[in-house]
């Protein structure tokens, strides 16, 4: 078991915890509506569905082009530089680590919020996944007003298979909320901006690179 002490460090800003919850938000309703758009249930009726989830996503791809902005004026997108050190550590952990009440092997500080397999993970849904949605999302509001290059059908299933790769992201991610000190420490940290982590925290080489302006 683990005893050492643990302190609180303030380590989300306003303006990430706001987006954070924002995105959630949105991206639980372009699910929801989505889903309904494809027949799978009757919530809120087809047009009603189709026209929410135009708004929300259009909404969506404004906001994340803030968010963008936001992380190359402030350096924040250092946090998603991605790195090997402790990577396979922290897989093991998570593998089998966790079960036995083992300590994180890489603790969360203000120059490295994410451990090496978040940033991959991160990343590849920031600069990948989340972009693709948005451009198929789009190509498929426009579809009547732009060149039809793509057939409708394969559009669409590209967009939805988009989506059901966010939605398996969401389910991982909710469920790895209730892995931190306590049920909830994740989840509070990312209301109240600050996140308990181990008084004796180690500072790695990526975070001191991440800390750099």
């Known amino acids: 078991m ?14 990430e915890r ?45 906001m994340f082009a803030f968010f963008v902005f936001w992380l190359f004026t402030t350096g924040e997108w250092k946090q998603y530089i991605p790195t090997t050190k402790k990577l396979f550590s ?26 090496p397999l978040q940033r991959l ?14 451009v ?3 190509l498929y509001y426009l579809y009547n007003d732009i060149p039809q290059w793509i057939p409708l059908d394969i559009l669409a299933g590209v967009h939805t298979l988009f989506g059901l790769f966010l939605l398996n992201f969401l389910i991982v991610h909710l469920y790895m909320t209730t892995t931190g000190h306590s049920l909830f420490s994740h989840i509070s940290g990312m209301i109240t901006g600050w996140e308990e982590v181990y008084e004796t925290t180690k500072i790695e080489d990526w975070e001191i690179q991440a800390t750099k302006k």
């Open 18 to 62: 706001l987006w954070h919850w924002l995105q959630a938000v949105m991206v639980t309703l372009l699910l929801v509506t989505g889903l309904e758009i494809h027949g799978t249930y009757t919530l809120m009726g087809f047009q009603n569905a189709v026209s929410l989830h135009n708004f929300v996503g259009l909404s969506w791809l404004i």
């Open 2 to 15: 683990n005893n050492r002490k643990t302190i609180k460090i303030y380590l989300y800003t306003r303006f």
């Open 121 to 134: 993970a991160y990343l590849g849904i920031s600069a990948m996944l989340l972009p693709a949605m948005m």
């Open 90 to 115: 922290v897989v093991r952990y998570y593998c089998l680590g966790i079960f036995k009440g083992e300590p994180h092997p890489v603790q969360k500080s203000k120059g490295a919020k994410h451990n």
């Open 136 to 138: 198929t999302g789009l």
